[in-house]
């Protein structure tokens, strides 16, 4: 066992870990679980497939930096949507939970009929969790690969020790998302909408840019910056939004109110 | 059609949105393959994050617009 392996191979997967486990977390909170999980095992399945197929030579044939790019726009149009959504909500011109009340009503009808329903699987929720698994669960394999296969082994296997850390910061990461799952369902539905929506984002503009071949300074550690950027930017956005609802009011109230006046004066000149 | 036109709702469903970021990828690409545009390779992150920002308000004050 070569134990400075495994602890950089921890360190190292458990921020890949975080990130593709925050993605998973968000869909099974927003979307539904059935989806999240059939995402998250799809992946899975496809990485121990790449995995078993090419091994080693996986950091030779995949073309990390094309995938990073392609998983980044992706994830930026998704989230710009739901961000796009939520600020609206937030600013008052679009209705605030519409979506879940059509579904309470429709869910009442079926009660009401007396038939029951699973909650069916969500493309959308499937592709997120998918993609983000995938995404990062080749980063762990190319740091397990990569930092194993850098030792000169005199004391055991170097990719034996990288697959051991990297297992065990899974376990940790799962073990702790599990924990703050419940608190986290009881968070409001458009909050946890707006967060998805700038998590994706953030995760989006920092792969597609890494996929270019930019190095962000500090490395993983610039998203939360992206993310307190991102919330700057959206709390303006909502403000302005808010302010700009508020004049279009008062215009209305201005423009009726002259009308009001005009056609008194018709009436009794 | 119809199937272009699921997968664009699927994925994006707005106009400004999509359009906004295959701008930016097209401008990011130009920077990373012209050498007179290397200088903003270092950038390209930050270009990125300002991009995305301007299309956010973009789609957002059309939707306001909308609402008029």
């Not at chain 1, 009503?105 to 038939?115: F, H, K, L, N, Y």
């Not at chain 1, 989006?204 to 550690?221: I, K, M």
């Amino acid at each position: 066992m070569q134990w400075a392996i495994a602890i950089a191979s921890f360190l190292a997967s458990a921020v890949e870990f975080v990130e593709a486990f925050t993605i998973v977390l968000v869909v099974g909170i927003t979307i539904n679980w059935r989806s999240s999980l059939l995402g998250a095992f799809a992946a899975a399945a496809t990485l121990a497939v790449i995995i078993a197929t090419l091994g080693v030579a996986l950091v030779k044939w995949v073309p990390i930096n094309d995938f990073r790019l392609v998983v980044g726009i992706i994830l930026v149009l998704f989230g710009l949507k739901w961000l796009k959504k939520a600020i609206l909500r937030y600013s008052g011109l679009k209705a605030l939970h519409d979506e879940e009340a059509i579904f309470e009503e429709t869910m009442a009808e079926i009660r009401a009929r007396g038939e029951t329903v699973a909650p069916r699987f969500q493309p959308f929720g499937v592709a997120l969790s998918y993609k983000s698994v995938l995404l990062e669960g080749l980063e762990v394999a190319f740091i397990v690969i990569t930092f194993g296969s850098s030792v000169t082994t005199t004391s055991g296997n170097g990719i034996a020790s990288a697959a051991i850390g990297a297992i065990v910061a899974g376990i940790l990461v799962i073990a702790a998302g599990a924990i703050i799952r419940a608190p986290l369902t009881r968070v409001p539905e458009n909050t946890l909408k707006f967060i998805v929506g700038i998590m994706l984002t953030s995760f989006g503009t920092f792969w597609a840019a890494e996929g270019f071949g930019f190095e962000w300074p500090l490395s993983d550690a610039f998203i939360p910056i992206i993310v307190v950027i991102y919330l700057i930017a959206s709390y303006g956005l909502v403000t302005w939004l808010k302010w700009y609802k508020q004049r279009d009011l008062a215009l209305v109230n201005t423009n009726n109110t002259s009308l009001q006046a005009a056609e008194q004066e018709e009436v009794h000149p | 059609m119809k199937a272009i036109k699921a997968i664009y709702n699927f994925i994006v469903g707005d106009m400004i949105i999509l359009v906004g970021v295959i701008v930016a990828i097209a401008i990011l690409a130009l920077t990373n393959t012209i050498s007179a545009l290397a200088p903003l390779r270092v950038a390209t992150g930050y270009i990125f994050i300002a991009v995305v920002i301007g299309v956010l308000t973009a789609t957002l004050y059309r939707e306001a617009r909308g609402k008029r």
